[in-house]
């Protein structure tokens, strides 16, 4: 089992910029890639990013290229989300998730675990 935890969500004004972390504990040696999804009040959960296991290799949602940046830090276990020039739309659950393939997280295939998610509200 692994265990995924986000945090650095919070309050910002459109144009602000957070990053948010997703730490992995568990059993962490199975490689996974991972990714970021959110959730908007009242719709679907979307794939915003995701990048494999060295990080050689990222996918972005056609929404957030450009500002946001995905990144990973193996020897810490832990994930980031970079985002930059954020917009009041954006406001939304932001959930972690470790997977097969960087290119599976894209559509929700090989999704093996999910954090519980950290809220980023984005005011105008």
């Known amino acids: 089992q692994v265990q995924l935890v986000e945090s650095g969500g919070g309050l910002v004004q459109a144009g602000g910029s957070l990053r948010l972390s997703c730490a992995a504990s568990g059993r962490t040696s199975n490689n996974y890639a991972m990714g970021w999804f959110r959730q908007a009040p009242g719709k679907e959960r979307e794939f915003v990013a995701a990048?494999?296991?060295?990080?050689?290799?990222?996918y972005y949602a056609d929404s957030v290229k450009g500002r946001f940046t995905i990144s990973r830090d193996n020897a810490k276990n832990t994930a980031y989300l970079q985002m930059n020039s954020l917009k009041p739309e954006e406001t939304a659950v932001y959930y972690c998730?470790?997977?097969?393939?960087?290119?599976?997280?894209?559509?929700?295939?090989?999704?093996?675990?999910w954090g519980k998610g950290t809220l980023v509200t984005v005011s105008s």
């Open positions: 990048l494999n296991w060295s990080g050689g290799s990222t």
């Open positions: 998730a470790a997977g097969v393939s960087a290119a599976g997280i894209t559509g929700s295939h090989g999704i093996k675990y």
